[in-house]
């Protein structure tokens, strides 16, 4: 006699049976009752639950929450008030290990502690959504993926301009060919809004009472406490965060990414604003990546420009004030202009030379919403349009290459199935970071 499915089995493999091919190419986002009823919810956990956390936890509210982890209370405690009844805890492992009915887990943690919340929880066979960029380094990318698609679970990163659909219409256009050739990509953001000092602080203030500091550290080297690090400034710092590149790399530069099928570089170079600091990333660079040709797709350069902007050859062909963050494709007929963040719209310039411009027939389906597209992943539906195995990870290492290339301070070569830059040794380190006793993946 066979054995019954138990309920986690059955979402596992539903959600690897529907496949990511449909979802890509047809529709099918009609929410149905039966998705909602109770017995059809998913038990999710969420790690991380104030700042982004808290509208993550949001996303999913309409699930089955039950478990909840941060590593201070005292950030927590607007989720946890909202659900007093739920278990509670500040290490996710502990949660993990008690909390046996766990369908799927959010992560929500600053970017150090990512790939080690998210393999912990695939690794038993739970479906996971997690915050861009997907991981620390590129070695942690490549992982995320490989454990995604070995233990065959549902996933997510959390690139919300991916779930638009203006900025579905957006890669459908570029996928027509309307812009001819494509040869320029010029990506820029007003990053960093938060600091980047360069030095570590001299104080040593005490920790406070509702924070577990030597959990918030993770993998991170350890260092004295200090509220220069935390709760949002994190980002300033190499131990912690990516930088203004890792932080908004995955929206502004995610619309020319997916519709030119960009994969990996071939070489990166960063120019940055003063000396290469091995504490915090720079106040301003650029950083310029090699593509090489892709099929029928030529060659193109991709500039990426932190509180930079592009030359004045690129924005004197934009019709008004350069918006401050954004993205431009330069093609042989004309160019594409996205003022926004998410690349959710766009501009095809000069205006007259695109009057008649009709946008093709739809290729991509259309989104139920971003955290729905996960939720319904997960229950059986058509894998997420970011989802680790065939996205999240190649546009992570690509975004994640750039940091690389500002904390080497040259140019290489990018070697991707090896993992390598094969004609800089300096850039092994950051390819792949060594981690704190204790906390080895």
């Known amino acids: 006699m066979s054995r019954p499915l138990n309920r986690r089995k059955f979402l596992q493999t539903s959600a690897v049976s529907a496949g990511a091919a449909g979802f890509w190419l047809t529709g099918g986002n009609e929410s149905t009752a039966q998705d909602n009823a109770p017995n059809n919810r998913l038990n999710v956990a969420v790690v991380g639950v104030g700042g982004r956390g808290s509208a993550n936890l949001g996303g999913v509210a309409g699930e089955n929450i039950v478990a909840l982890c941060d590593v201070d209370d005292n950030r927590a405690r607007e989720a946890y008030n909202r659900y007093p009844n739920v278990p509670k805890f500040k290490d996710y492992r502990q949660m993990l290990e008690r909390v046996r ?19 912990a929880a695939m690794r038993l066979g739970k ?16 992982q995320m993926k490989e454990v995604a698609a070995s233990q065959r679970v549902a996933t997510q990163m959390g690139n919300q301009g991916t779930s638009a659909n203006g900025f579905r219409a957006g890669v459908e256009a570029i996928r027509s060919g309307v812009l001819g050739p494509v040869t320029e990509v010029h990506a820029w953001t007003n990053r960093p809004i938060w600091p980047q000092p360069g030095r570590r602080p001299k104080e040593t203030p005490a920790v406070p009472a ?55 570089p071939s070489t990166v170079v960063a120019d940055v604003e003063g000396a290469v600091n091995n504490e915090s990333p720079p106040n301003g660079c650029t950083v310029t990546y ?30 008004g004030n350069l ?45 139920p919403g971003h955290h729905q597209e996960w939720i319904r992943a997960c229950k059986g539906g058509p ?58 993946l």
């Open 290 to 319: 090699e593509f090489p040709a892709r099929g029928d797709l030529p060659a193109l350069k991709f500039y990426w420009y932190e509180r930079r902007r592009p030359p004045a050859a690129i924005t004197s062909r934009i019709n």
């Open 101 to 119: 009915n766990i369908d799927a887990v959010v992560v929500s943690t600053p970017d150090h502690t990512h790939t080690h919340t998210a393999l």
């Open 210 to 264: 509702t924070l577990d500091w030597n959990l918030w550290q993770g993998p991170a080297p350890e260092r004295p406490y200090h509220n220069s690090y935390l709760p949002f400034n994190w980002r300033g710092w190499w131990d912690y965060g990516t930088g203004a590149l890792g932080d908004m790399g995955c929206h502004t530069a995610n619309l020319a990414f997916m519709a030119l099928r960009l994969g990996a």
């Open 127 to 142: 479906h996971v959504y997690c915050e861009k960029p997907l991981t620390h380094s590129v070695w942690e990318a490549r």
């Open 383 to 440: 894998a997420a349009m970011s989802n680790f195995v065939d996205y999240a990870s190649a546009l992570t290492e690509f975004i994640l290459l750039g940091n690389v290339a500002i904390r080497v301070g040259q140019k290489f070569t990018w070697d991707s199935a090896n993992l390598r830059a094969t004609d800089c040794a300096a850039a092994a380190p950051f390819i792949r970071r060594e981690y704190r006793q204790g906390w080895n």
């Open 323 to 367: 918006s401050g963050s954004g993205c431009v494709l330069v093609g042989e007929r004309g160019i594409l202009y996205s003022p926004s963040d998410y690349g959710s719209e766009y501009r095809l310039l000069p205006q007259e030379a695109f009057a008649n411009f009709r946008a093709p027939e739809p290729t991509l389906a259309r989104t």
